[in-house]
């Protein structure tokens, strides 16, 4: 059974980095895509970034040019860099895998929160 396990999160100051982790395990396939979400409670959880198996990136506005994503595919890990942090950037954040099994199948996978809690 997949299992996607966050680490990394915490307090931070504003201003400050954090780097977030996201490992798989239980999987002997590359995910086509792995990727960050972020919810802040009463509001609709929201991507903050997405990479494909081919390094491919894909970033919210608010968080482009201060967030990095990667991957490392041999370890199924995905990571999340960011920098130059916000209060507003105080939310749960999440990680998700999807695997694409063929026209209109694919399994998700979502970890199960680190919270991110940036001071001003």
């Known amino acids: 059974q997949v299992q996607l396990v966050e680490s990394g999160g915490g307090l931070v100051q504003a201003g400050g980095s954090l780097r977030l982790s996201c490992a798989a395990s239980?999987?002997?396939?590359?995910?086509?895509?792995m990727a960050w979400y972020r919810q802040v409670p009463g509001k609709q959880r929201e991507l903050v970034a997405d990479i494909s198996n081919d390094g491919t990136t894909v970033y919210a506005d608010s968080m482009a040019g201060r967030f990095t994503i990667s991957r490392d595919n041999p370890k199924n890990t995905v990571y999340l860099q960011m920098s130059s942090l916000k209060p507003e950037d105080t939310a749960v954040y999440s990680c998700?895998?999807?695997?694409?099994?063929?026209?209109?199948?694919?399994?998700?996978?979502w970890g199960q929160g680190t919270q991110v809690t940036v001071s001003s």
């Open positions: 239980g999987s002997r396939f590359i995910f086509n895509n």
């Open positions: 998700f895998a999807l695997r694409v099994l063929g026209i209109g199948r694919r399994s998700e996978y």
